[in-house]
């Protein structure tokens, strides 16, 4: 099987990155969390949207082709 040397290449790093953290995603998690933090940047997390419960789901429908309408005989 062909191996792309780029997704290899990002296999390679991943591994490294976890490695250093010995593999633990919390430690990982803060180090990125820390470097957000660090950056200056402000990062903005919406609410979720949910559905009105009270209202009904909109539903398909296929509406019949023109084009190929049946020639009765």
Do not use: C
Request: charge should be positive; hydrophobic fraction near 35%; avoid cysteine.
């Amino acid at each position: 099987m062909w191996e792309d040397p780029i997704i290899k290449e990002l296999h390679a790093m991943r591994a490294a990155h976890a490695e250093q953290f010995k593999y633990d995603i919390d430690a990982m998690f803060q180090e990125l969390h820390e470097k957000e933090r660090q950056s200056g940047v402000h990062y903005v997390s919406y609410a979720p949207k949910h559905l009105n419960s009270g209202k009904k789901a909109a539903t398909r429908r296929r509406l019949p082709n023109k084009k190929h309408k049946k020639v009765l005989a």
